[in-house]
């Protein structure tokens, strides 16, 4: 068995797999994480490594803690990774990305892909037909949109996600709702249409927090997958075993 550890800007999501199955999912705040992965390694005494994807500030130290217990892995820039980086700076690209970039890669052979990771901020990852990681973009996901309407004005309420009710905002909450909401939508739609215009043999791959909601909403196709970073993790892990 195998415990995958994604620590996110925001919260930790952990995963045990066994082969390429999930037994559990965990999700829980980075405050939270020793107390968490203890609780997992009882419930789950056979897992034989941790492999830990992070772009949080979370101390190695948290998990070295565990190293009499379970092998322990950091995913780095340096590691084997199944696609070619064409990033022109590729070592500030984040590591999650890199790894969701693998898991395109390897589940979806010999097609462009495009994977949407929908959580703190959006990151659009765009890896060709030929396996080469040619960039993408990052914007503020909806939490981020929220805070910012109100952190950077005078009077703006800060307001939780809820879907708009209305398409015209007919007071103010509800015109801060359809901004943030519709503008996400529309702005995730125009970048698929974008590369669908210039890409033919195309998936698009949506994952993170909103992936859910999100895909009742696109007009486009997709493959949406909550837990893709996690299959991802642990596909890269093994990638990386296998060709080592």
Do not use: W
């Amino acid at each position: 068995m195998i415990l995958t550890v994604d620590v996110g800007n925001t919260r930790i999501k952990a995963a045990v797999f066994e082969g390429s199955n999930i037994l559990e999912k965990f999700i829980f705040e980075k405050n939270e994480l020793e107390k968490n992965i203890e609780k997992i390694l009882e419930k789950f005494q056979n897992c034989s490594d941790l492999v830990v994807a992070s772009v949080g500030n979370i101390e190695k130290q948290s998990f070295l803690n565990f190293e009499n217990q379970l092998k322990i892995h950091f995913l780095t820039h340096e590691d084997l990774f199944p696609f070619v980086n064409k990033y022109a700076t590729p070592k500030t690209l984040g590591i999650d990305r890199m790894v969701l970039a693998a898991g395109a890669t390897l589940q979806f052979p010999k097609q462009n892909r495009l994977i949407i990771d929908a959580g703190t901020c959006i990151t659009y990852d765009f890896i060709d037909e030929n396996d080469n990681y040619l960039g993408g973009a990052i914007s503020p996901g909806l939490r981020l949109r929220y805070e910012a309407l109100h952190n950077y004005t005078a009077k703006l309420p800060l307001l939780t996600f809820e879907e708009p009710e209305l398409y015209i905002g007919n007071s103010t909450k509800q015109a801060i709702h359809s901004g943030v909401v519709n503008g996400f939508v529309y702005e995730i739609d125009g970048f698929i249409d974008e590369y669908r215009t210039n890409f033919s043999n195309f998936i698009i791959i949506l994952t993170g927090g909103d992936a859910d909601f999100l895909a009742k909403r696109l007009k486009n196709t997709i493959f949406a997958n909550s837990n893709f970073l996690l299959e991802s993790l642990n596909q890269t892990f093994q990638y990386k075993i296998d060709n080592d």
